[in-house]
């Protein structure tokens, strides 16, 4: 049933014109007046849920159909979509993108399935921009997962002793698994390895307790959660099994995460604290980047926590991981960062927070203003990489890691998707003009930065 607040007017305009209806004829089925219904139509008002009632019971209908925008994301979709290149120049803002999807919602779906299903010519596609179209479509929040995960937590007692030891008694209690930790020398390439024959979880030495932790919950997910994470993968209706697999994959990690720390409680530890990355660190026995995932999946109806979006990036500024969960980040999605980005500082300190508030580039629409929080973490097998989280300056306000920094816009640091996509003027670090500008060159003056557009 929709939430209150929900304007569906064009979906109950589209219902009535196809029972052939006036406005007052269905309005008298419904029970409410032929100017309340216009107003509906008009989305003027939401949709109440009586009135949601009425609709199924007079019309046979399925009120989730109401929520057709969730099948493309809502305005967050759209706007992953418009944060493409080639739309770069047109400023379409999330305003506008609401009034499309409220006003035409037929015609963002008709777009969204023409972005989403063009060829190679148009659009180049591959397994992982796949897989987290899909993540993105859920806003990275899959309700039934974490709910059985939680209810398993509850079972095992998780929020009582110690984690690692509940998780390898289910293995060895329920599957009769035991957990065996084995030297680099015999596990060079692999860092969790599930031998039936001798009935084991085999676990790289170089783990630490924390991933320990997750790849033993990582193993009960994909043992106990097949069939809920197959369905949901049959729902994607991926073009290639990689694209799938990398989906099951998110999916498998995504109940781990769940296990560990169960939806309710950390919740509760996260409000508690003002989300202190620190403290939620030692008491969940997590890693940053497992911490991050998790924060970003945070949208129980009713019990919801902070939109915070994830990324991943390498020495070079490349995205290996990308996650807006809620955010409605845009800043995302680009092939490049910006390198006033304090992220990138984080790399000459490892394991210290850089937090730093940035005014990201509207390309003639609005500018966001963000909070980011950067940390480095260490691959598993080696190598290093830098975890941002990020959340709307507007929310941080409560957070631990804001507390005595400016939040204000004004204050924060300019930032674009990348030179050829920013139009900040005068930044010193720019290293390419911004498409579709022009550029203006004098031969009496030459200024410090290389381009003026």
Known sequence: MPEAGLFVGAALRRLRKRAGLTQAAMASRLAISPSYLNLIERNQRPLSARVVLQVVQQ???????????????GVDGLARRMADERFSDLGIDRDELAEMLSAAPQAAAAFARLYDNAGPAERRED??????????????????????AESLADELRLSRGDTYTALAERLRDRHQLGIRIL?????????????????????????????????AATQIAQLEFRDEIANLA??????????????????????????????????????????????LLRRFGVGFE?????????????QRGLPFFMARLDRAGQYSKRFAGASGATLLESANSCPLWHAHRAFEQPGELFVQTVLQDGAGAAPAHWLTIARTVDGRAGGRFVVVLGLEARLASELAAARGRSLRAEEATPFGLGCDRCHVRGCLQRALPPRGTTLAFSSLEEGVTPFRF
Not at 127 to 148: Q, S
């Open 290 to 302: 497992q911490l991050a995932h998790r924060l970003t999946t945070l949208q129980r109806v009713g």
């Open 183 to 215: 030297p680099r020398e015999v596990m060079p390439d692999a860092l969790r390895r599930l031998d039936l024959h001798a009935r084991q979880l085999q676990l790289g030495e170089m783990l630490d307790p924390a991933s320990r932790t997750f790849e």
């Open 234 to 279: 049959a729902g994607g209706q991926f073009a290639e099994p990689a694209a799938r697999a990398l989906f099951e994959r998110h999916l498998t990690a995504y109940v781990a995460a769940a296990l560990v720390m169960p939806y309710g409680r950390f919740l509760r530890a996260c409000e508690a604290t003002g989300y202190d990355f620190p403290v």
């Open 127 to 148: 397994p992982t921009d796949a897989a987290r179209r899909e993540i993105e479509r859920w806003r990275n929040h899959f309700a039934d997962l974490d709910a059985a």
């Open 59 to 73: 019309f046979d209908f399925d009120p989730r159909s109401l929520r057709e925008d969730e099948a493309i994301g």
